[in-house]
């Protein structure tokens, strides 16, 4: 059983608050478009209510714990929970400038190379798959209209 992280459930709660909010920000975009389509919101929502979902589970997990255990934990972990928290809150500025798809390989690339420490060339390729998953399910599969942001990539532009 892994130990508890100092702040831990700080983050935890942060993460749920912030994908509430992203859940309840994309009914701004609409959820669906005229003739029962999926709209550009449906994937934040979605998104959201998972992250919210995901991040309460493991609030809860970290509120049990901490009552069982009382060794010092890694500190290393707190860093490296709130490096990826700080990128993803980049990642979220960046979407109106660069557009999701490419904020998203900016995130998954600094992700895998900086917080992981894989090199860069396989850090790059990780990046370009993930980025390309992601486009070929929500904007070919479900012809979901991603935001394209200044250069409209992939997205309503």
């Keep these: ?5 100092r702040g831990e459930g700080a983050v935890w709660a942060l993460l749920v608050c912030l994908s509430v ?3 309840g920000a994309s ?14 919101g449906f994937l934040p929502l979605v998104s959201g209510v998972a992250l919210a979902l995901l991040s309460a589970a493991c609030l809860l997990q970290s509120v049990r714990r901490q009552a069982a255990e009382r ?8 860093r490296t929970l709130w490096t990826v928290f700080g990128l ?3 990642a979220l500025l960046l979407v109106p400038l660069t557009g ?10 600094a ?6 420490k894989q090199p860069l060339v396989p850090a790059a390729g990780i990046a370009a798959a993930a980025t390309l998953v992601i486009y070929a ?12 942001g200044l250069l409209g990539i992939g997205g309503d532009g």
Excluded at 100 to 109: C, D, R, T
């Design 137 to 148: 399910v929500f904007v070919l599969f479900l012809a979901v209209p991603l935001p394209g």
């Design 71 to 78: 060794e010092e934990a890694d500190p290393g972990r707190v």
């Design 100 to 109: 999701f798809l490419v904020a998203f390989g900016l995130l998954v690339f």
């Design 27 to 40: 009914f701004g975009y609409g959820v669906t478009k005229d003739g029962g389509e999926i709209g550009p």
């Design 111 to 116: 992700v895998s190379a900086f917080v992981e």
């Design 1 to 5: 059983m892994r130990g508890l992280i």
């Design 88 to 90: 993803l809150l980049v």
């Design 21 to 23: 909010a992203m859940a």
